[in-house]
């Protein structure tokens, strides 16, 4: 089975500092991984995804991803945080040879963005 | 172009109560799933509709049905409401067509709150 660890709960920092969000996967065979932003009394809207070509994800809003298989890792970064940034981010996976698109995500991280 | 829609916005329910959750993909979407996220957690995948059929089930119990019409919108019917029954349901959708890479679409959700 698929699964996904999201390290830590809640994640704080000052606006314009690095934004670093840690996401590890588990998966017998090389998956297909998602970040998902979801802000307050909204749904989930995708900010990037890693489908087996280019290993470095460029997504919206200045974020991007590194899938790096050694690891079995696909942290979540931006080099400089905003306020709007806050909300809680998701990392999921899905199995590129399932017949289907079922998603399993991590339990979340809140990001607090410090004036 | 609209995107997800789910009817209701808010829910109040008591325990023992069954209720119907509400959804209309995206245009050009055929396929539905649906995510249960509980306060606090990620989103759990319940099941997918594609073709008017279930095509894949998460690990939920048989309380929790659904539908597809021809017009691909979904309903999520629960029986015999439990108080952890509590959360936020997702409804996302895709095309039927595309693979696990495709990306699935996520509505506002509909907060169900049992008592």
């Known amino acids: 089975a698929q699964s996904v660890t999201q390290l830590g709960s809640h994640v704080s920092v000052s606006e314009g500092a690095l934004v670093l969000l840690r996401c590890n996967y588990s998966?017998?065979?090389?998956?297909?991984l998602f970040w998902y932003v979801q802000y307050p009394n909204q749904g989930l809207q995708l900010l990037l995804k890693y489908t087996s070509a280019a290993t470095l994800v460029k997504g919206i809003n200045g974020f991007e991803a590194e899938f790096k298989k050694s690891e079995t890792s696909f942290h979540l970064t931006k080099p400089s945080a905003h306020m709007s940034d806050a909300a809680e981010y998701f990392c999921a996976v899905s199995d590129p040879a399932g017949a289907n698109s079922k998603l399993t995500f991590g339990k979340g991280i809140t990001l607090s963005v410090r004036p | 172009d609209a995107g997800v829609t789910q009817s209701p916005t808010h829910l109040i329910k008591t325990r023992g109560q069954q209720v119907t959750l509400r959804c209309s993909p995206k245009?050009?979407?055929?396929?539905v799933s649906w995510y249960q996220q509980a306060l606090g957690q990620g989103p759990q995948f319940i099941f997918q509709y594609y073709e008017e059929e279930e095509r894949q089930r998460g690990n939920f119990p048989d309380r929790f049905s659904g539908h597809q019409f021809p017009n691909y919108s979904s309903e999520l019917n629960v029986n015999a409401l439990l108080l952890g029954d509590s959360a936020l349901y997702l409804c996302?959708?895709?095309?039927?067509?595309?693979?696990?890479?495709?990306?699935?679409?996520f509505g506002p959700g509909t907060r169900l709150t049992v008592l």
């Open positions: 245009s050009g979407h055929d396929t």
């Open positions: 996302a959708s895709r095309t039927g067509l595309a693979g696990a890479y495709d990306t699935q679409y």
């Open positions: 998966s017998s065979v090389p998956p297909y």
